[in-house]
């Protein structure tokens, strides 16, 4: 064994994040849908030979970690059958993974003949074959309705394209621009793959092996510090999912017991409720993932992202829960169950830890529109991102973030710029802006929503929605107040109004309609009259709170 | 060139920084001089005139200021008066007029939060705030046809409302404008009209190219430093009048390139990122003394570390940020990181080293300062190890306190870690070293080059003292450290070229180009260019303008900018400008798509128009003799990172060195401002321009001068 070097160790550190990250910057600058390369709905991760996890690089917090568990397994099933120049491709969610449109790209890095670490490229692809252009099939109920299932498949092996099976996945899959974006995908392997092994020859094998460990002991212990101040106890929670996507008036709950032991922390979500029919079924990565990231805005943000943060972190999703459905349900909806789960973790833990938790998140609301860019005489898939991030929740000393999105993104999502959403869609955006009085009110007040219009410009244009939020605002804390419902409804041009549910798919939607959304705010945190007063004054000057709000709610006086 | 009384004309480099103010003076004939100064931030012209009068009276004989200015042909100037108001958001009152439904775009900055899991992190005030930002109807669809008129009245109730508040500035940006301006200078007329007063930026002006946001954030940062950046230059430009002062004032912009102050006060926003942008042109001056056409220049110093990728020319870029505010200007890539001598070291809670990015800046400033500090920085690790004198810091000025250093090491690192106080301040040395390196990957590698093709001009007091292990860490082999490495920057100032950037949005198919229209805009361009240099008493003769296109492959969503070949344009040649796509492309992102035959799209076309100015030529000097050894002063214990122990190594006076003179490492060199750790597996040469050249033992092939010897 090699001695450890702590300095030399601070180096690794470093070196494993510029890995990820320029892998990331490779996607984002090569691929072609706006959802990865504008919205960066995709990872990047380093893994090592057993496919733990040394860094990543979380554009999308939901994806995160969900792409070690699916290295290992892939690990187990080809076994001996790895080699050098081998490129794996999956995204089967009975196999681990968390969504069928999250494709990922797997590559084992070889040093000579010795498997010395995985690089990995996670993305939403645009397409990914099933029964709807783009992918959300909200009257899914089996998942061969949803898409074209990938359990681990090579497309290259020992550096050869496998022609058959390439053409195989693509004859599958919609829109050309998916096989531009996973050989872009690919591109980002062969970038982290390069700097691994520009690394382990410069150290050596053996110096990387023993370091890596001393960095998961690193983090380990951060995380253990911060589980540690927690106060020991069982605590329970509870969030609310509305409509499965078939039975009007559905409703499911997501119950979690936390148990804090010491340094150690275990989530059990064996009260939850069972799975549905439809596609509104998490997977257990996806769940999973969603467990993480709540838990991960509640402690120190600079803690390094590797195997040992989440070594303590213990969860119990039983199959046949809506958080972990069992084969063969439709799972599409499966990463939309972060935000009632972070509800539940939420109201768990903020008796216990009131200064680490925040109010609710907005929950999200999405639509996409797919169609024919008549001018242009080409198809758009377009997800309509700049409708859905709402604001996010206040805490104790903070306000919430305005216009931020579901706290699985957490501000990792962006806008679509607003000329080029009409450059690629043959639609015209009529306003995008902050509603007043949509951030909870409190002491400290939850972020501002949004509301989105724009006026849609294909004829027969398809519609998707899914989400959740319109039942249930975001909740306020402590004295703090909710935030108000998100909304998506469309006026044609004879003047029918239609409120799409939350999980629908409209068909032959006509050109002229228009489009409106609310995007709901976050909840606020304490008693309102406490806020201050000067930034009250402020805010009422800029519109962010309307000046009956702040007389009637805060109590501004004057 | 003397004058007609038969003077020497002077030429002077300004460059205000956080702490000092750096003078670099010339005059045909003599030896250049540097001088620094305290910066006044209150009013940085007060320093810049301090400093002028200090130059006088070091002349010889001692001139009054206003004989001194009177001689002075040309004042270089970089300011960070734009940068400053920026960061303390001390900028104008401004207002924003854009369209109806759109105002919150400037604050929404697309809905990032930068920092995904720290529910602590904040948004940032925008430069405008709400009520100050009025949505007006009117409307223009994605090519520029009109779908809503403008509303003129709307425009009006808005400047009613920025007169009635006090506004001194205004932004006019509408979506789709880069299409069509039309309904942007309806609005600008009626501003102007009816608040003739107010600053005023309008979008389709400032930067006609598509991405909302981009065009938005720009055009009201603009407005926002404008009259900060007027204010300033009124305020100079009286002061040197007072004194005399007849000759020509430029100013430094981002782009690496200067501007007369009359087209400053226009496009304020190209002076945001102007602090660090003389550096890389200066570098390349140091490296073509060695026949290199190439470089990387990095400047260290109190709290940031730069780093920029010289190919031919700086390396530049379309975009960058201040305070996470969006410039969609071109600009040089200069990669800042947190990491200067200021910068603190800590045990974080995985019992990981961390050096910066906090920083003990110049208060407290570092222990060994003994003005209060008590946390260890990389000064202090820097003195411990040896590479510091204690009696010699800023030539003596400064007494430095080796053991308050050692008290703070062991406290915060040694003592947590359990090792030696040495052991850790070689420990705070190599973590700060790699984060430096990492900041010189991201101008080269992340950009598809490879660092060690590259020599690397080091400057800023702290630099040299890192360069070796920084080099070690990429496996670089040439390091080229200048006399002037400290006020680097001031130096550049006067080898900058006149710089002007165009953009025009022209989407269309590479191979179904319809090169007169598109002809028409560049020479649009052009002629806007050359009108500007005309303006700034640049004959055509020293004129040059380039054309560069931003492109991608059909249905990508970013473009790549590229360099049109010469006279592809004109010969209509689509293949020469497609290669030259296909090979930039595959060089950033690792492949292209050549053999696939996929559509290349045009969005945007650019044009950089240069007026060549007379540049300062450094003065050569014959090599003596090999031996250094009339200046060595004495030996002492340094670190050396490759055998990780302390060895007795010779000091020797930079000042005292000549050209032709070699040292082998473990060595130090110390200069008045700087000092130089040639490490144990360097050798070091002084080249004809007193440039120390630090090579890899063993490669005398890369030093001009030893190449030459060995020609011999």
């Given amino acids: ?558 | 060139m003397p004058d007609a009384g038969g003077y020497e004309k002077f030429k002077v480099g300004i460059d205000v920084g956080g702490t000092f103010t750096d003078f670099f003076l010339t005059v045909n004939g003599g030896a250049p001089q540097i001088h620094k100064v305290l910066s006044t931030p209150g009013d940085p012209s007060v320093a810049v005139m301090q400093g002028l009068k200090d130059l006088a009276a070091m002349q010889q004989p001692a001139m009054t200021a206003t004989e001194f200015a009177g001689r002075i042909e040309t004042i270089v100037h970089g300011t960070t008066v734009t940068t400053n108001a920026t960061l303390t958001r001390q900028g104008a009152k401004s207002g924003l007029i854009t369209t109806a439904g759109l105002r919150d775009a400037l604050e929404m900055r697309r809905g990032i939060r930068e920092e995904q899991y720290d529910n602590r992190y904040t948004n940032v005030d925008p430069v405008v705030p709400r009520y100050l930002r009025v949505g007006v109807e009117g409307r223009l669809d994605r090519s520029g046809r009109e779908v809503v008129p403008l509303n003129l009245d709307q425009v009006r109730a808005a400047v009613e409302l920025f007169k009635a508040e006090g506004v001194k500035a205004i932004a006019i940006c509408f979506i789709n404008s880069f299409a069509n301006p039309d309904h942007e200078k309806a609005a600008a007329d009626l501003v102007r009209a009816e608040y003739p007063d107010a600053y005023l930026t309008v979008s389709s002006d400032l930067l006609p190219s598509i991405r909302f946001y981009e065009r938005l954030s720009t055009t009201a940062l603009n407005s926002y430093v404008g009259p900060i950046l007027e204010h300033y230059l009124d305020q100079l430009q009286g002061r040197l009048n007072e004194v005399g002062f007849g000759g020509i004032l430029l100013i430094m912009q981002s782009n690496g390139g200067v501007m007369s102050p009359e087209i400053a006060r226009q496009g304020a926003a190209k002076t945001l990122l102007s602090g660090p942008a003389a550096g890389p042109g200066a570098g390349l001056v140091y490296a073509k003394a060695q026949d290199q056409t190439s470089c990387i220049v990095v400047d260290m110093g109190g709290t940031s570390f730069e780093a920029a990728l010289v190919i031919d020319g700086p390396v530049m870029v379309n975009h960058g940020e201040i305070d996470r505010l969006r410039i969609a200007l071109p600009m040089l890539g200069i990669h800042t990181i947190g990491a200067g001598g200021g910068s603190i070291g800590r045990i974080d809670q995985g019992g990981l080293l961390r050096v910066g990015p906090q920083s003990a800046a110049s208060d407290p400033g570092p222990a060994c300062y003994g003005k209060g500090g008590a946390l260890p920085t990389t000064t202090d690790a820097n003195l411990v190890l040896g590479y510091l004198d204690p009696e010699y810091f800023a030539g003596g000025k400064i007494a430095l306190d080796v053991e308050a250093s050692r008290r703070a090491i062991a406290e915060h690192i040694a003592v947590p870690l359990g090792i030696s106080v040495e052991k850790a301040a070689a420990g705070m040395y190599r973590v700060a070293c790699n984060n430096m390196a990492q900041g010189v990957r991201e101008v080269t590698i992340k950009r598809g080059f490879d660092p060690r093709e590259f020599p690397v001009v080091v400057a800023g007091g702290a630099g040299p003292i890192h360069s070796c292990l920084i080099c070690q860490e990429l496996g670089i082999p040439l390091q080229i450290v200048p006399r002037e490495s400290s006020i680097l920057c001031a130096v550049g100032m006067l080898m900058s070229d006149l710089k002007h950037d165009f953009v025009r949005t022209f989407v269309a198919w590479l191979d179904k180009l319809d090169y007169v229209a598109l002809n028409a805009v560049v020479d649009e361009m052009k002629g806007e260019g050359a009108q500007m240099l005309k303006a700034e008493h640049i004959p055509p003769a020293r004129q040059e303008h380039f054309v560069k296109f931003d492109c991608r492959y059909h249905k990508q969503y970013h473009e790549v900018s590229f360099v049109i070949p010469a006279n592809a344009l004109a010969a209509h040649d689509a293949g020469a400008i497609a290669s030259a796509f296909h090979s930039e492309h595959n060089r950033l992102y690792g492949y292209s798509l050549e053999e696939l035959g996929t559509g290349i799209e045009i969005v945007n076309v650019r044009v950089q128009s240069i007026g060549r100015v007379k540049k300062l030529t450094a003065d050569q000097s014959k090599a003596r003799s090999k031996s250094a050894r009339h200046a060595k002063k004495g030996d002492r214990q340094i670190y050396l990172p490759e055998s990780e122990s302390f060895v007795l190594s010779p000091v020797y006076d930079g000042s005292q060195l000549q050209p032709g003179n070699r040292i082998t490492g473990p060595a130090m060199i110390e200069e008045a401002t700087t000092a130089i750790f040639v490490s144990r597996d360097f050798e070091c040469a002084v080249d004809t321009l007193g440039s120390f050249i630090i090579f890899t033992r063993g490669r005398e092939d890369l030093v001009k001068s030893l190449r030459k010897d060995a020609h011999r």
Avoid at chain 1, 77 to 84: Q, S, V
Avoid at chain 1, 395 to 413: E, K, L, P, R
């Fill in chain 1, 1 to 558: 064994m090699t001695a450890v070097d702590p300095i030399l160790a601070s180096v690794y550190a470093r070196l494993f994040k510029s890995i990820t990250d320029e892998m990331s910057l490779s996607v984002e600058k090569t691929a072609r849908s706006p959802i990865l390369c504008e919205a960066k709905d995709f990872v990047t991760g380093l893994y090592d030979a057993d496919g733990k996890m040394l860094e990543q690089t979380e554009n999308l917090p939901i994806l995160a970690f969900s792409l070690a568990p699916v290295c290992k397994y892939i690990k187990d099933y080809f076994g001996n059958d790895i080699h050098p120049g081998d490129v794996i491709f999956h995204n089967d969610v009975f196999s681990l993974g968390n969504q069928n449109n999250d494709v990922a790209v797997y590559k084992p890095v070889f040093s000579g003949e010795t498997l010395v670490g995985w690089v990995a490229v996670k993305g939403h692809q645009a397409d990914i074959g099933g029964n709807v252009r783009g992918g959300y099939n909200p009257n899914a109920k089996e998942v061969w309705q949803e898409a074209l299932r990938i359990p681990p498949v090579k497309v290259y092996e020992c550096g050869k394209i496998r022609k058959d099976v390439w053409e195989l996945i693509f004859a599958n899959i919609r829109l050309d621009i998916v096989e531009h974006d996973m050989r872009a995908q690919m591109g980002a392997c062969n970038v982290g793959e390069r700097r691994l092994l520009g690394i382990i020859e410069k150290y050596g094998l053996e110096s990387y092996n023993a370091h890596k460990q001393y960095l998961f002991d690193a983090s380990r212990k951060m995380i253990e510090a911060e589980i540690a101040q927690i106060p020991d106890g069982t605590y329970a929670g509870e969030g609310m999912v509305y409509f499965d996507g078939h039975h009007e008036g559905s409703k499911f709950t997501i119950r979690v017991e936390i148990t804090v032991a010491g340094n150690s922390i275990t989530f059990d979500y064996s009260k939850t409720d069972r799975q549905t029919d439809g596609f509104v079924n998490g997977t257990f990565t996806s769940s999973a993932s969603a467990t993480i990231l709540t838990l991960l805005q509640m402690v120190n943000p600079g803690i390094p992202h590797n195997e040992g943060m989440v070594e303590p972190i213990k969860i119990t999703i039983p199959e046949g829960t809506i958080l972990n459905a069992s084969y063969p349900k439709a799972t599409t909806f499966g990463n939309h169950l972060c935000p009632p789960n972070a509800d539940a973790i939420i109201r768990a833990l903020a008796p216990v830890i009131p200064d680490r938790v925040t109010a609710g998140w907005n929950n999200l609301l999405c639509s996409l529109t797919t169609g024919l860019d008549a001018e242009k005489n080409e198809p758009y898939v377009d997800i309509g991102f700049m409708g859905l991030k709402g604001g996010s929740g206040a805490m104790n000393g903070t306000d919430g973030y305005d216009h931020i999105g579901m706290i699985d993104a957490s501000g990792g999502v962006l806008d679509q710029d607003y000329e080029m959403f009409e450059q690629m869609t043959p639609h015209l955006l009529e306003k995008h802006e902050y509603i007043t009085d949509s951030g909870g009110a409190g002491c400290w007040r939850g972020g501002l929503g949004v509301e989105t219009r724009f006026t849609i410009g294909s004829e027969d244009t398809q519609l998707v929605t899914f989400g959740d939020g319109d039942f249930e605002p975001a909740f306020g804390l402590f004295g703090g107040h909710d935030s108000i419902l998100n909304i998506i409804e469309l006026t044609y041009p004879d003047g029918t109004k239609i409120v799409p549910k939350n999980k629908d798919l409209i068909t032959g939607v006509p050109k002229g309609t228009r489009y409106r959304q609310i995007a709901g705010g976050g909840g606020g945190y304490g008693d309102p009259k406490k806020r201050d007063r000067e930034i009250l004054r402020r805010e009422v000057r800029n519109g962010m709170i309307s000046a009956k709000v702040a007389c009637e709610v805060y109590g501004l006086e004057g």
